[in-house]
Every structure is written in C-alpha cells, then in structure tokens.
C-alpha cells in the first residue's frame, strides 16, 4: 500500500486562527460580505443586536476557510486533491477567540482512479465548544506525488 494513504481514525490538526476584530474585517473586504453583524457594534446595539449574538460575530464561511486550508495543506503532502466540504455553524465566533479546525478520518473508499477519503471536520474554540462541524471528502491518488 502507498505510505501515503492514510488509515481510518488518522487525525488531521490544523492551525490555530486567533480572531480579531481586523481578521473580521479583512473577512468583510475579501468576501465583499459587509454584513453589519461582522463589524458594526452599534447596529449590534439595536434590534438585530437583542439576539444572542451580544456583538460583533466572525463570517460563518470564515471557518470554512480554516477548513479547507487544513485539508489543502494535509492533501498536498499526498498529491491528493480536496474534493467537497459541507460544514454546519453551530456556536457564534467573536473577536478574541481561538478556533482550531481538526479532521478525523472516517471511511476509505477505493475507486477505479484512486481512494475518496471521507473526513469529519471539526472547529472548535479555545474552550473546546464546537463552532463548525461537517465533512469533508479528499481524492487520493495512490500513485501520484506532489507538485
């Protein structure tokens, strides 16, 4: 077998992201989502503010960002190729926080070309409460190298 397959309950860690208010609004510029519950404190204040949310809050896809660059930066190493990634956002991210993606292998699926390697995708914050989860699916190629 290729050494560089991987083995169901294999643990991907990806990096920690600190939020701030300016990765918030870097966010806002990149994405063109210049949604006030991103990065306006006084419309937080108002009606829409009443929520739970209690502030200004991190960009839902901003997880699906720290996502993927954990599964682009671990399939690269493979010359594997990140195919899908469904996530759900299940705990509001503010500035201050530290939010870590994680994977765990769940299933390997031989095809004719290769391996899908079903991953479950976790982010989680600096107290350990998960803020995204979802799936992920990667196409390994057992005989190709990277770059």
């Given at each position: 077998?290729?050494?560089?397959l991987?083995?169901?309950g294999?643990?991907?860690?990806?990096?920690?992201?600190?939020?701030?208010?300016e990765s918030?609004?870097?966010?806002?510029?990149?994405s063109l989502d210049y949604?006030p519950?991103?990065?306006d404190?006084?419309?937080?204040?108002?009606?829409?503010?009443?929520t739970?949310?209690n502030?200004?809050?991190?960009?839902?896809?901003n997880?699906f960002?720290?996502?993927?660059r954990?599964l682009?930066?671990?399939?690269?190493?493979r010359?594997?190729t990140?195919?899908?990634?469904?996530t759900r956002?299940?705990?509001p991210?503010?500035?201050g926080?530290?939010?870590?993606?994680?994977?765990?292998v769940?299933?390997?699926?031989?095809?004719?070309?290769?391996?899908?390697v079903?991953i479950?995708?976790?982010?989680t914050?600096?107290?350990?409460?998960?803020?995204?989860?979802?799936?992920a699916?990667v196409e390994?190629?057992?005989?190709s190298?990277?770059?």
């Amino acid at each position: 077998m290729n050494p560089t397959l991987p083995a169901i309950g294999d643990v991907i860690d990806g990096a920690p992201f600190e939020v701030s208010r300016e990765s918030i609004r870097d966010f806002c510029d990149g994405s063109l989502d210049y949604n006030p519950l991103h990065w306006d404190d006084e419309y937080m204040k108002g009606a829409f503010g009443k929520t739970q949310f209690n502030g200004i809050i991190m960009h839902g896809m901003n997880n699906f960002g720290i996502i993927s660059r954990m599964l682009t930066d671990w399939a690269y190493e493979r010359g594997a190729t990140s195919r899908r990634i469904e996530t759900r956002w299940k705990a509001p991210v503010y500035p201050g926080d530290t939010i870590v993606p994680r994977g765990t292998v769940r299933d390997l699926t031989p095809t004719r070309d290769g391996v899908w390697v079903s991953i479950d995708v976790q982010v989680t914050n600096q107290n350990g409460e998960a803020v995204a989860v979802g799936e992920a699916l990667v196409e390994c190629l057992p005989e190709s190298t990277p770059g």
